[in-house]
């Protein structure tokens, strides 16, 4: 789905990077409210995690392959606004260091990949978690839902785009059909991996998924057969107040383990196992070479990066160098998210307001 330079004309390019630019800020000030002590130490990770597994392409049918998107999984880990970060950290990581996506389009991109995704797959996680039971396996269920559809409606964004400002005279009927067809197939595989990383983080901290907050109800009483909010809790005793304390060191240093973990799974997989890869070209990559839609394409103006097409220059054994690239590109989003998110974490924290009686931010 990384719309290259030359698909969609420079007006529609132009609006949608205002789109793009228009949407970070509003989740600029969104992640705000979403990040904490829990998520925001997380998100960074979860855009490294997102960054390698879409190196991992899957064949979906005949000479096709088709990849992560990942707006639907950030969103329900992390929050919708922290969602679309995400996914706009692995775009530029990638369209800077890897020539992957055109930097003209990256208004296109941001705007099908990060945005459409993230506000479909969280908008249908949310009703659907409010209509199922009130337990994890709805959290999953939901995500599996969620992500599935995310990916055929970012293929009809991208050609309502290609509707407005397509650069070759291709029938839209022709591309919509092609581009929805193949991008349900990829949809299903983009579900399963979204239900079982969000099944495999909320089956040992369910309190670091973003989407299974509120899981458990607020406690009743009933009174005279009416239900009423139960009182709220007498001041904690100072013995109550140490052993919460040191639950809370035990979460830290949970929070501290599953982070340790989910980077290594990152760089092993960018590192090793995206060698076994499907080499097919992806979704958007079949429909444009099929019809036609590639003939403008221009050149990546990154395209003498040493690590264009996710490979170091000048190493000539394909798997060290597709691996050692995939490591740099963990470690740069790692590192580029962790930044972003913990500036604006900081900011949550400066705006805070200060004094016993100020209220919750």
Same mark, same amino acid.
């Given at each position: 789905?990384?719309?290259? &330079? ?16 228009? /949407? ?37 049918? /005949? ?46 991109? +941001? ?24 337990? #994890?396996?709805?959290?999953? /269920? ?20 290609? /509707? ?21 197939? +990829? ?20 309190? *670091? ?12 009483? #009933? ?16 013995? =109550? #107040? ?14 501290? #383990? ?5 980077? +290594?799974?990152? *760089? ?24 036609? +839609? &590639? ?18 220059? &000048?190493?000539?054994? %394909?798997?060290?160098?597709?691996? *050692? ?18 500036? !604006? ?5 400066? =705006? %805070? ?7 919750? !931010?």
């Amino acid at each position: 789905m990384h719309v290259p &330079d030359g698909f969609i004309n420079a007006p529609v390019s132009a609006v949608t990077g205002v789109i793009a630019a228009g /949407a970070i800020a509003v989740s600029l000030r969104g992640a705000r409210r979403e990040l904490d002590e829990r998520t925001a130490p997380l998100a960074g990770l979860v855009a490294a995690f997102i960054f390698s597994v879409q190196m991992l392409n899957f064949p979906v049918a /005949a000479g096709t392959s088709g990849h992560l998107l990942g707006g639907a999984l950030a969103a329900i880990l992390v929050g919708p606004y922290t969602g679309v970060l995400c996914v706009s950290v692995v775009l530029l990581m990638q369209g800077i260091l890897f020539a992957d996506g055109g930097l003209t389009a990256l208004g296109v991109n +941001i705007t099908d990949m990060a945005i459409v995704t993230t506000v479909v797959a969280y908008a249908v996680f949310r009703g659907l978690v409010k209509v199922l039971p009130r337990r #994890r396996s709805s959290v999953t /269920a939901a995500s599996f839902v969620a992500a599935l559809l995310s990916v055929p409606c970012a293929a009809l964004a991208f050609t309502a785009m290609y /509707a407005l400002g397509g650069t070759t005279d291709v029938p839209v009927g022709k591309v919509l059909t092609a581009m929805v067809g193949v991008h349900v197939l +990829i949809g299903i595989g983009e579900a399963a991996i979204t239900a079982l990383t969000v099944g495999a983080v909320i089956a040992v901290r369910p309190d *670091l998924v973003y989407g299974a907050r509120g899981l458990t109800a607020p406690l009743k009483l #009933r009174v005279g057969g009416e239900l009423i909010d139960a009182p709220a809790a007498e001041p904690v005793p100072a013995a =109550a #107040r140490s052993a919460r304390s040191a639950r809370s060191t035990r979460s830290t240093r949970s929070t501290r #383990r599953i982070w340790g973990i989910g980077l +290594i799974t990152a *760089l092993v997989l960018a590192g090793f196992v995206s060698f076994y890869a499907s080499a097919s070209p992806d979704g958007l990559e079949k429909v444009a070479h099929d019809k036609g +839609i &590639d003939a403008k394409e221009q050149p990546h103006r990154t395209g003498d990066s040493p690590l264009a097409g996710y490979g170091v220059k &000048d190493i000539s054994d %394909a798997r060290l160098s597709g691996g *050692l690239a995939g490591l740099i590109g963990v470690g740069a989003t790692v590192v580029v998210g962790s930044g972003v998110f913990w500036a !604006v974490r900081r900011r949550r924290t400066q =705006a %805070a307001p200060a004094g016993p009686n100020a209220e919750a !931010v």
